[in-house]
């Protein structure tokens, strides 16, 4: 009798979170996100700077990047060119992902074909792959054909098998390059100070600041100041005291509004801010200017 010889699975695929095929534009840019399953990003066209930790590097066509979980991570045009990505997010905890950190990889025939068969298959499963980057919703694999889901699973192990034997002309660390740093830290500046214009009517802080774009405190305060010569917050101040001065111009609303509508605790501290900013009081600016 012949005994039977247990099949190791090198890469076992748990379930999938998302997959996405997106075209984004020269100008794209997603806040910095974490999360605990595993991303893969794989550019078909154009050119992308995805960022590790804040700091990026440049991915050309036919590259591939992983982010391993809760690894904070965003992807950027790079200002130049429009960009195709499929994007796959699953859960694997098998050892051999290690190997993936900090790493990309230029695909060749066979490992692209692979990313292919994938795709067409995500298609038939999910009847189209979604492309809307503000859809969040779950994938819905109830339509299926029979053994599709299996066969995703199947493909992308097989894909991961295929690039841990790549030839080192396959693979190369992930290096960061000064440019593509300085388009991530000034796009970052650029959504910050988006964000505080959209949000000019409430009391933010440094903390919470830090909190949304998951950045430290050091780290954001320094690009900020080399961006705009200012902290966050004084940059943040200043454009409160602008949108201040507006609305005192217009006359259509009284100081004690004013405050309330800009998110002050009390008249008191906006009035004490504003005089920081000004050298005036809100009262003697709106005199001054009526």
Known sequence: MFT???ILSEFKIEGFHSIYSFEFGKDFYHTPEKHDFWEMVYVDKGEIIATSDSIGCTLSQNQVIFHEPNEIHSHISNHKVANNMLVISFTCKSSAMDFFKKKTFTLDKTTKTLLMLFAEEAKSALGKIPDDYNSKNDLDFSSAPFGSVQLLSCYLSEFLIKLSRAENELLSRLSYNESAREIAEATTIETIIRFFEENINKPLTLKELCGHFMLGKSQLSKIFKEYTNKSPMAYFAKIKTAEAKRL???NNMTTCEIAD????????????????QTGFSPTDYKNGIL
């Open 4 to 6: 039977m010889q247990k």
């Open 248 to 250: 005192l111009r217009e």
């Open 261 to 276: 509508f800009l998110g002050y605790s009390s008249i008191h501290t906006f009035s004490r801010a504003f005089k920081e």
